[in-house]
């Protein structure tokens, strides 16, 4: 393990609230208990569960939400998933989040999003760089990448946001992220999500928001495929998606569409499986999309929920898919292409991809 944790990894698709740690969701619904708002029992039987189908984990999503949803506690638990990202060397994170009202407690789409960014301010044990004006790592890479050898243990890592639509949203819902997205690209938002459960929704409803996001330049990544529907995951096709994540109820038609658009696409192996989206490892598409050199980056989805880690996801896909240490190392390193950041940052990130090969050997 300790290999995979050393290595520069680059994290493309990772909710907030399903990355939170476990002990700090447990503080909190306990503090919640106490107060009387729910049966701590219930919530913890229901955090500790190890296996969970799409159903149950879209109902511990909302049991999250409940807990997590005031301004405090979204800074806490922002600062708390980009630590932990970067002290595992993740050097550029892309952390996804569906900007929530909550009238009881003074919440707006906006304000959730300010107490993002001050969750991103209030980091003190790593350098995050996470506006294109809070500069460059490039200054700082000297080592290159984080170096407790040589006596630098401080861990730098450049943060980049993308607001969530989710599925249970209307269109005029949808419109109102894309435009809080807008209002915030100075603040590090680089795109935006189309996630939520599934089965909820129809793609028409959000397709008005999401065509006038690409028309003012925000690129898009869709939820596409995590259940059979055909329709909707040619029509998500045919919008031709900067990336899509998951991908994995296709049809024959719908990989040859995948295949010949090059879409990237961001692969959560450990999520796929305990959602049951996909029954085993040995039927993954991942062998299938890496052996035609599609566009791939390994990602973790919700570290929290799925009790893994980007570290974890790279040891898995090596020996799941027989690939040694040099390809993973690709791996991560082609993501850098499929980022939204800005050509800028993806010159820094091949840099410290290009040292630490020279480092790690
Ligand atoms: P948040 O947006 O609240 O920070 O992160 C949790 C939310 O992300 C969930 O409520 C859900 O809308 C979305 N999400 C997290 N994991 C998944 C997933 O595997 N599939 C889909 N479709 N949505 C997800």
Excluded at 102 to 112: D, P, Q, T, W
């Amino acid at each position: 393990m300790e290999d995979w944790f050393l290595l520069p990894k680059i994290e493309l698709h990772a909710h907030l609230n399903g990355s939170i740690r476990n002990s700090t969701l447990l503080e909190l619904a306990k503090q919640l208990g106490d107060e009387g708002v729910l049966v701590f029992a219930d919530v913890e039987h229901v955090i500790m569960k190890n296996r969970m189908s799409m159903a149950e984990c879209f109902k511990l999503f909302d049991l999250i939400h409940v807990v997590t949803t005031d301004h405090a506690t979204v800074t806490r638990i922002t600062k708390e998933v980009v630590e932990d990202f970067a002290a595992e060397n993740t050097v550029y994170l892309e952390l996804r989040t569906t900007p929530k009202k909550n009238e009881s407690k003074g919440l707006s789409k906006r304000s959730y999003m300010e107490a993002v960014i001050n969750g991103l301010r209030a980091i003190d044990t790593v350098d995050v760089y996470f506006t294109p004006a809070s500069g460059s790592m490039e200054i700082s890479i000297t080592p290159p990448i984080n170096d407790s050898c040589n006596g630098s243990t401080r861990r730098k890592i450049y943060v980049r946001l993308l607001l969530s639509i989710d599925r249970r949203e209307t269109t005029a819902a949808a419109m109102e992220t894309v435009q809080l997205a807008l209002e915030m690209r100075d603040l590090g938002v680089v795109g935006l999500d189309l996630s939520g459960n599934p089965v909820v929704g129809e793609w028409e409803t959000f397709l008005p928001a999401l065509k006038f996001a690409r028309e003012q330049g925000l690129p898009i990544t869709l939820h596409c495929g995590e259940v059979p529907n055909q329709k909707e995951v040619q029509a998500m096709l045919d919008f031709l998606p900067q990336r899509i994540g998951h991908a994995c109820c296709f049809e024959e038609e719908d990989w040859r569409k995948l295949k010949s658009s090059r879409i990237p696409v961001e692969i959560c192996l450990t999520s796929n499986l305990k959602t049951e989206t996909i029954s085993s490892i040995d039927v993954h598409h991942f062998a299938d999309l890496y052996n035609a050199k599609h566009p791939l980056v390994l990602c973790t989805d919700d570290t929290g929920v799925f009790s893994t880690s980007l570290s974890s996801e790279y040891c898995f896909a090596a020996a799941s898919f027989g690939l040694d240490k040099g390809e993973i190392f690709q791996l991560g390193r082609d993501a850098i292409e499929y980022a939204f950041a800005d050509e800028g940052v993806k010159k820094d990130l091949r840099k410290i991809f290009a040292l630490a090969i020279k480092k790690l050997g």
